[in-house]
């Protein structure tokens, strides 16, 4: 074609090939084009001016298939204007300014425009970078090793090109190191985006923030991205054991519970008596409280500890509280009375002693006690 001029134009830099060789740098620009770049599946424009004063008979844009072919894409030919495929008719034999539907990734490239004058094919060249937008997804999954139950935060920045930044915040920082892990996968797909997918896990007792945020940088994204997942969060329980006495027809019991609350997840709760004997063991539980209890008769388990062990996830060892159960005692009865003499054992009344109060002080710990007198 013998091109004398070669072109490589930026916003300043303008670089007239033939006029260098010639020395002479007066003649103007005739063909002004920028690089662009495109996002898949949008629209790019590609503009390409002559700024001269010739007549134009031809114009075009092109793109080298090999090494000495070129495929015509838009352009003047024939006093009209033509175009193809992914590209819109150019405003006019001058102004190559053309629409380019970004379908693929191998419109990336270098595009030619050319103009055809009397005397020179003056043209000018834009490179097309084919960009495009991840699609952001997260989910979270959970996995038990060793009695331990892990979560695993997976955000996927998928098809992006280039490929995608993926960085974590948990309570608006990034992740420490412990315990926290952060695992990538890239995959590169056939169609030229890739895929990122960044793991963050976690032990789910040691983090207690209910959300965690991806964040995923990218030059399809004016802002870097944010995605919140929920996270499963655990609660430290309040454990307490406690001992209340009941009486059931004439007998006296203990009632024993070991109660958790607020925990979460459900606490593992057991009971140990010291003895051997076997007794029956009632639970109940509520969304928010867990208790284990047994029904102990006083007189039996006089003296006795009672132990409550409390598992949860949250405690760093098995929780264990304990109660000892009194032994009950009656150290002594003292009578009292405004007459005769204060003894232990008896009181001694006149004849004709009337309208006298007598009282019973009994000492010593018995929940209770019936008093039965004789004359
Ligand atoms: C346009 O892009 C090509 C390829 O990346 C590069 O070689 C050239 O210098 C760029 N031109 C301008 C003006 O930036
Ligand atoms: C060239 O065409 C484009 C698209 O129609 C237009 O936006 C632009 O202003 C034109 N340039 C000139 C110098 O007329
Ligand atoms: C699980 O426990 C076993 C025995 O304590 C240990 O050998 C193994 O390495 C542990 N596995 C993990 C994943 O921690
Ligand atoms: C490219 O391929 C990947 C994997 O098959 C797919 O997820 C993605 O949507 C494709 N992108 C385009 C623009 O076709
Ligand atoms: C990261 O993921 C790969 C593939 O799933 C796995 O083989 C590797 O063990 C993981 N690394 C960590 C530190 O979890
Ligand atoms: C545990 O008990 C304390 C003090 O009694 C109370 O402030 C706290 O809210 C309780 N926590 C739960 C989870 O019930
Ligand atoms: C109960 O615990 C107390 C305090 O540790 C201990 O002195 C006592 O011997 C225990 N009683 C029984 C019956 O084990």
């Known amino acids: 074609m013998g091109c004398s001029w070669l072109l490589i134009l930026g916003l300043i830099q303008i670089v007239a090939h033939s006029l260098e060789i010639q020395g002479s740098g007066e003649e103007p620009i005739p063909v002004i084009a920028h690089n662009v770049t495109g996002v898949l599946e949008e629209d790019v424009y590609l503009s390409c001016e002559y700024q001269g004063s ?6 075009e844009w092109k793109r080298r298939i090999s090494s000495s072919k070129f495929k015509r894409l838009a352009g003047f030919s024939n006093g009209e204007l033509f175009s193809r495929g992914d ?95 952060v695992n990538e996968s890239k995959t590169l797909h056939s169609n030229g985006t890739s895929t990122l997918i960044s793991t963050l896990r976690f032990p789910t007792h040691l983090q207690d923030e209910e959300s965690v945020i991806c964040v995923v940088k990218h030059e399809t994204l004016p802002n870097p991205k944010s995605t919140t997942a929920n996270v499963e969060t655990y609660a430290r329980p309040n454990v307490t054991i406690k001992a209340e006495m009941v ?97 232990n054992e008896f009181l001694e ?15 010593g710990n018995v929940p209770r006690y019936s008093i039965i007198c004789k004359k």
């Not at 010739?54 to 114009?59: G, V």
């Not at 000018?124 to 999954?141: C, L, M, Q, W, Y």
């Not at 009344?349 to 000492?363: A, H």
Request: hydrophobic residues 35%; glycine residues 6%; proline residues 6%.
């Open 54 to 59: 010739a007549q134009i008979n031809k114009a």
């Open 247 to 343: 009486q059931q027809g004439g007998h006296d019991s203990w009632v024993v519970s070991c109660i958790s609350s607020g925990g979460r997840p459900d606490t593992e709760i057991s009971l140990a008596l010291n003895g051997n004997n076997e007794v029956e063991r009632e639970s109940s539980a509520n969304s928010d409280m867990k208790s284990l209890s047994v029904r102990l008769p006083v007189i039996e388990y006089e003296g006795h500890n009672i132990t409550c062990v409390f598992k949860h996830p949250k405690f760093l060892y098995a929780e264990s509280q304990r109660i000892n159960l009194p032994t009950f005692y009656l150290s002594g009865i003292q009578f009292r009375s405004e007459v005769g003499s204060n003894s």
């Open 87 to 181: 590209f819109s008719k150019p405003d006019s034999s001058t102004n190559l300014t053309v629409r380019m539907k970004v379908s693929s990734v191998e419109a990336e490239g270098e595009y030619i425009c050319e103009f055809q004058e009397e005397e020179e094919n003056p043209f000018g060249s834009v490179f097309v970078t084919v960009i495009a937008k991840p699609d952001i997804r997260i989910e979270v999954n959970s996995e038990t090793i060793n009695d331990t139950h892990y979560q695993l935060v997976s955000c996927s920045a998928v098809g992006g090109r280039p490929m995608p930044q993926i960085i974590w915040l948990v309570g608006d920082r990034p992740p420490s190191d412990f315990p926290f892990t």
């Open 349 to 363: 009344l006149q004849e004709g002693d009337s309208n006298i109060v007598i009282s019973l002080e009994v000492t």
